[in-house]
């Protein structure tokens, strides 16, 4: 069968033309390939040829925020102040001083047939077509050639090919009748029932039509601008090259109805007129992020590319999803989310629409490559870079760096934009992207820096020789146990914002968050509990249901008043009621970590940085910049200030902190003793080698030229050059078993193993690639398969391993109720019962035990557990590990099978691993019951919602997408309008994608091979 499909591949390849041409690799840099029609035509070989799957999943291993703090190391060492904390301090004291101390969907081609009819959808049904949309449907047929409402182009595309299919069948005889007929009858069930199931619930109005007719002449008229572009046009369509309709959407969905003057000025910039590689660089909250989608919009509509948009955290990516869905709906694009378990690849090919992907850092990168294996990297227009700085960011920093760098190297077609706030070192980073630059000081709400020392606060004046200039004598009239407990004056200062406005605390570590949250509250007086009373109460009761009956003590205290905590121990669904509730004002103040700053946007009257540390280390400037750059809400305040409350001993630094130049951002491929140049070396080798081509070590060389690192050479590779680094990673790469070096026409040529292949696709770390291979080798020999625990076991993460510390008599007791079969797996993986009982009973144990078997098993326990009950709370409880540690297990572990399975899928004798991992997988991505799974799919449903939203009748896809946003916003508790609004249209974009993608593969299936054998006349 599969050799059948491979045939008919090879044969429509042939049809369409395609020349390959050996010189050309994977690896050929675009300077050196054509751009006409041949590359494609090379590329597109590739595509058909091996379609493979990636994945790369690292972002989950933190959860969502977190990722960047715990990669960078920043995380652990909070980690550790914490654990040291938590043991030395009481609970109730508060810190005076700061411490120094592809998965494919999955859902089958059955789904969209199964959703039958909408009786049981609490609106009106979307069946029913009126006359009017029976008449609006044809006219819009006759009036469009490419129409923005979904269904409807859908039912058109599909008839354009059939007709395309017609033509070829009857110049090729027989067959085709029979074919087209099977086909008909096929595609005429998908169209009905995708007609049916993607329907707006909004009547399609003749002024609609007709309007989206204008606005497909615009987008053309655009386009053949965009076309004959040259210095001499200025404006190449009413709205920056764009439809009015743009405007009016940016307008309906954004409230914006003006550009500020330097978004309008950076729109017209030859360098973006002219498709140049851009770096704009502008304060926090000065707009950047209008400018980056107007230029999505404008390759996506006029240029008719797909476009890349990079975010750093799953939360803001889902937020982007959201954000962009209307759009995507009204100008008819697709918004496809690569976050989390989220994300296909290689992407699906869209022949007749174009697609908009929201990646997080690692998953843009696993995109890039796909897209290169199969050649397709010359369809994506424009890859856009949010918070470019994180170059600079240890390992994600160096993903950044290979994603940018590959695209650099391999499309000359594919432009770069990176923004961002604190770029220090701009020069460095345009030379690496061979872009141009664009700066402004424009801040919509100007932001006022202050800094406090003891009863004093100066304002930041850096054109003054201390920098700080007297502003005023805090007010405040404290108690001396009140001085006691607020040395540093937190509540006077919180409460002449608070309630009114709002306010944020940034403070070093986890427990001081909590600790802040509950000592403000301690002095607030009994009026701010009326205030926004009855909101709090939904709140707090929108908490409980989200913990299935439990809530964190401290939030249960601190919220009647207004506030709240916020870090990375909060599971998922805390975080984001709290966010929610914060973002519209029912809480009034947030004790957070740095974290805040830089994931969600949620900006304040007010900023405290309650000390110039994160966990112990001194705060750079860029952090500094990010978390006062929240203060300030535009079109809110009219003001935000900022103020870092300093001891003496700080001063010095506090000084240099605040008036200092931004940091330099640095190449992070030697970071983590240069695991960036191996992977990124492995990868070039392992792209290379899916085209048959091997790699010479001149090609690796000149690939690594157009690194920021090469660029960096003389300030980072001090005691040995680029070259000398590269030599040493390819013996590294060597030695471990990963790539070959052989001598080959008098050039080094290198290429991928088995093992090397595996690990570059499923970007296992390559230091344990080996380990892994052993561990699920010896797995196989006994693999136990009576419950999901063995397989747990497997997938458990390394590196949360080396952090577990098990609670024995936890242990025993869960130990004691495994099966037989269970607990026989256990004893043969070297950990009997004999020995979790002793260290039980506190006894010492003289044999000796392999102590990462006993760590790792004792978490498979606890997933194995939370994936039994789905109650997050009560498995922390049974376990004594914290609400926020379970909540990371899940993720990095449902992140880590994604990537195990992928590198099982690399080796035959893996086999068996395929199918069970892909469903544990499935599993461990949701974590909740099989009814809930569809509606959590669409972007940042959650799971506390998805129930709401099922015991409301919304119990499907098809259900959400068809749901008028005012019954449901009416039907869900506390889901308001905007919300509602935009959770339609997210999953009215999931529905169409997945419905599009299923008929891309129903074309594809269908479509008759050319060459078929005939009878001979
Ligand atoms: N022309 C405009 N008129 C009014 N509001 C605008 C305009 N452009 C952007 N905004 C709003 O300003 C706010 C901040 O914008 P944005 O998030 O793009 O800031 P940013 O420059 O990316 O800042 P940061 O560096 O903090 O991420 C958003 O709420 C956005 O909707
Ligand atoms: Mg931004």
Not at 126 to 138: G, I, R, T, Y
Not at 385 to 406: N, P
Not at 611 to 640: E, H, L, N, W
Not at 895 to 910: D, I, P, Q, R, Y
Request: proline share 3%; aromatic share 6%; with cysteine.
């Amino acid at each position: 069968m599969n050799a059948g499909k491979q045939e008919l591949k090879v044969k429509r390849v042939s049809t369409r033309k395609r020349t390959r041409d050996s010189l050309n690799s994977n690896l050929t840099p675009a300077k050196k390939r054509g751009t006409g029609p041949e590359k494609g035509m090379l590329n597109g070989l590739m595509a058909d040829e091996n379609p493979t799957e990636y994945c790369s999943d690292n972002e989950d291993l933190f959860g969502d925020y977190d990722s960047i703090l715990g990669d960078s190391s920043v995380m652990a060492k909070l980690d550790c102040v914490e654990q040291i904390a938590r043991k030395q301090e009481p609970q109730q004291a508060v810190d005076s001083q700061p411490r120094h101390s592809d998965d494919r969907l999955t859902d089958s081609i059955l789904d969209v047939f199964k959703d039958k009819s909408f009786e049981d959808l609490p609106a009106a049904t979307p069946f029913d077509l009126s006359e009017d949309d029976v008449e609006n449907m044809k006219m819009s047929e006759l009036l469009q050639e490419d129409k923005t409402s979904t269904p409807l182009r859908i039912k058109k595309r599909t008839s354009e090919g059939r007709t395309k299919m017609g033509v070829v069948n009857t110049t090729e005889g027989q067959t085709s009748g029979v074919f087209s007929k099977a086909r008909r009858s096929m595609t005429d069930h998908l169209k009905r029932a995708m007609l049916s199931n993607a329907r707006a619930p909004s009547s399609v109005s003749c002024a609609k039509v007709l309007k989206e007719a204008v606005v497909t002449e615009e987008i053309n008229v655009a386009m053949q601008a965009m076309e004959t572009v040259s210095t001499v046009t200025t404006d190449l369509g009413p709205f920056f090259g764009l439809p009015t309709k743009v405007k009016e959407l940016i307008y309906k969905l954004r409230g914006i109805n003006d550009l500020y003057d330097w978004q309008k000025t950076c729109l017209n910039l030859d360098s973006i007129r002219e498709r140049r590689n851009l770096i704009y660089s502008l304060p926090t909250s000065g707009g950047k992020t209008l400018v980056a989608e107007i230029l999505i919009l404008k390759e996506l509509l006029c240029r008719k590319k797909d476009c890349l948009f990079i975010l750093p955290y799953i939360s803001l990516v889902q937020e982007k999803v959201r954000g962009l869905a209307g759009f995507g709906l009204e100008l008819d694009f697709m918004v496809e989310e690569y976050a989390g378990s989220k994300g296909r690849f290689p992407p699906v090919k869209r022949r007749n629409n174009r697609s908009l992907y929201i990646a997080t850092i690692e998953k843009g990168h696993s995109l890039v490559n796909s897209l290169i294996e199969n050649g397709r990297l010359d369809n994506m227009g424009l890859v856009v870079v949010d918070e470019l700085h994180m170059l600079g960011d240890g390992s994600r920093g160096a993903i950044i760096e290979m994603t940018l760098a590959k695209v650099l190297y391999m499309s000359n077609q594919t432009q770069i934009i990176g923004m961002s706030a604190t770029l220090g070192n701009i020069k460095d980073i345009q030379t690496f992207l061979r872009a141009e630059n664009y700066t402004n000081d424009f801040r919509p709400v100007q932001l006022s820096e202050y800094v406090k020392l003891k009863d004093t606060i100066y304002e930041v004046a850096p054109q003054e020789e201390d920098c700080l200039k007297f502003s005023r004598l805090l007010n405040f009239k404290y108690s001396s146990s009140m001085q006691r407990m607020d040395p540093d004056h937190i509540i006077a200062l919180a409460t002449e914002v608070i309630p009114a406005y709002s306010c944020l605390i940034f403070c070093p570590t986890q427990k001081n968050c909590e600790n802040i949250a509950g000592m403000i509250c301690k002095y607030l007086k009994e009026e701010f509990l009326v205030h926004k009373e009855k909101e709090k109460g939904v709140l707090l009761q929108e908490l409980r249901s989200s913990g299935n009956g439990s809530m964190c003590p401290v939030l249960k205290k601190v919220i009647p008043y207004g506030l709240a905590y916020h870090h990375s121990g909060l599971t998922s669904g805390e975080r984001r009621l709290v966010e929610e509730a914060y973002s519209s004002g029912v809480l009034c103040l947030l004790a957070c970590t740095s974290t805040l700053a830089a994931g969600i946007n949620l900006p304040a009257r007010r900023v405290i940085l309650r000390s110039p540390y994160v966990a112990a280390d001194f705060i750079k400037r860029s952090q500094y910049k990010q978390m006062v750059g929240r203060a300030g809400r535009a079109g809110i305040d009219t003001v935000g200030e900022s103020i870092l409350i300093i001891q003496d001993k700080d001063r010095i630094m506090a000084k240099k902190l605040v008036s200092a130049p931004m940091e330099t951002c640095y190449s992070n491929l030697t970071h983590n003793d240069g695991k960036g140049i191996l992977s990124l070396i492995l990868s070039i080798i392992g792209l290379n080698a899916s085209t048959f081509i091997t790699t010479t070590l001149e090609q690796v060389k000149d690939f690594m030229s157009g690194t920021l690192l090469c660029v960096q050479e003389d300030q980072l590779c001090v005691e040995r050059n680029l070259w000398d680094m590269v030599q040493e990673s390819l013996a590294f790469l060597k030695e471990k078993d990963l790539i070959t070096i052989s001598q080959c026409a008098q050039r080094e040529t290198l290429e991928i193993t088995k093992l090397g292949k595996a690990t570059y696709k499923s970007s296992v770390d390559l230091t344990q690639c080996d380990v892994l291979y052993k561990d699920l080798s010896k797995g196989l020999e006994s693999l136990m398969l009576n419950s999901y625990l063995h397989l747990i076991y497997l997938i458990m993460p390394y590196d949360m391993i080396a952090q577990c510390k098990p609670d024995w008599m936890a242990f025993f007791r869960q130990f004691t109720l495994l099966s037989a079969s269970e607990q026989k797996m256990a004893a043969a993986i070297g950990v009997p019962e004999s020995f979790v009982a002793r260290k039980a009973a506190g006894q010492t144990v003289k044999k000796s035990v392999n102590m990462a078997a006993v760590r790792r098993l004792y978490l498979a326990l606890v997933l194995f557990t939370l994936l039994k009950e789905t109650n997050l709370w009560s498995v922390a409880e049974r376990f004594q590990l914290s609400r926020g540690f379970i909540q990371t297990l899940l993720s990095s572990s449902s992140a880590f099978c994604s990537c195990v399975l992928h590198f099982t899928e690399e080796f035959e004798e893996f086999w068996p691993f395929k199918a069970l991992l892909a469903e544990l997988t499935r599993r461990l991505s949701y974590c909740v019951t099989a009814e809930l799974v569809p509606l959590m799919e669409v972007a940042g449903v959650l799971e506390y919602r998805a129930k709401q939203l099922y015991n409301a009748g919304y119990k499907t896809l098809a259900h959400l997408a068809n749901a008028d946003p005012n019954v449901l916003s009416n039907t869900v508790e506390n889901l308001n309008k905007r919300q509602a609004n935009m959770m339609v249209a997210s999953a009215k974009m999931l529905l169409n994608e997945k419905a599009s993608a299923l008929q891309e593969e129903v074309d594809e299936l269908l479509m008759l091979p050319l060459d078929l054998p005939m009878a001979s006349h």
